[in-house]
């Protein structure tokens, strides 16, 4: 299993021209505002804030990359790219700023060459939602390889977790495999996510 040795943060871009050039292979994180994206991040590299958290929707407003550095099992470094994306389906937000994000998230899977995973995080205590549903089918369209996380798992009992989980992937259209339970509270599903990732990186 792979261990994060050190994470930086590089940038913060909107378009293509801006972002980082290509070193590693990225994998970006996606979901509504506020459903974790970036506790997520600070959780799996086990950093307070290096994304920043907000309970305010719509704190993370542009694509932001983190490089990080990892061991892998037989102690050898390798480094992969981590991608903080802006969340979506805030109320607040009007039709400027909502096609404005589409444009940004659109182009960053369009042209990203060195994208090879997409971890799409739901509420566990939601229903699928429609947004989640066409964000996934266009990830299937790109051919991009993506996990579902159900995060804020502290937030039900621990029993009801396995229901919620069959509930959502039959709502999401997606395989029960392809979903897991996550807290950034409680550190839950940190070595899963790892698992998934040294897959698509090694
Ligand atoms: P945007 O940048 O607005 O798209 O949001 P985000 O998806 O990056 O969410 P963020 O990580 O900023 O977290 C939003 C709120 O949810 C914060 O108040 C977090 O403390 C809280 N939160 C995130 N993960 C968890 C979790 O696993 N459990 C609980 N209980 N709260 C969480
Ligand atoms: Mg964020």
Redesign the pocket.
């Given at each position: 299993m792979i261990r994060i040795v050190d994470s930086v943060f590089i940038k913060s871009a909107v378009k293509p021209a801006d972002y980082p050039p290509i070193e590693f292979t990225d994998i970006a994180f996606v979901?509504?505002?506020?459903?974790?994206?970036?506790?997520?991040i600070n959780t799996i590299l086990q950093r307070k804030m290096i994304?920043?958290?907000?309970?305010t929707?719509?704190?993370?407003r542009l694509i932001n990359f983190f490089k990080i550095r990892f061991k892998d099992a037989s102690q050898n470094d390798g480094y992969v790219t981590l991608v903080?994306l802006?969340?979506y389906g805030?109320a607040k937000v009007g039709k400027v700023e909502r096609e404005k994000w589409k444009k940004m998230i659109v182009s960053y899977f369009a042209s990203r060459e060195s994208l090879r995973g997409v971890v799409v995080?739901v509420d566990i205590r939601r229903t699928a939602d429609p947004k989640d549903i066409v964000m996934i089918e266009m990830l299937k369209d790109y051919n991009i390889p993506y996990l579902i996380v159900a995060?804020?798992?502290?937030?039900i009992k621990k029993t009801l977790s396995k229901k919620e989980l069959k509930k959502l992937a039959t709502g999401l259209q997606i395989a029960e495999k392809d979903i897991m339970a996550?807290?950034?509270?409680?550190k839950v599903g940190v070595e899963k996510v790892l698992a998934w990732m040294e897959k698509i990186i090694l």
């Open positions: 979901g509504r505002s506020n459903v974790g994206k970036s506790s997520m994304a920043k958290v907000s309970s929707p719509g704190k993370t903080d802006p969340g805030y995080l995060t804020k798992s502290d937030k996550f807290s950034s509270l409680k």
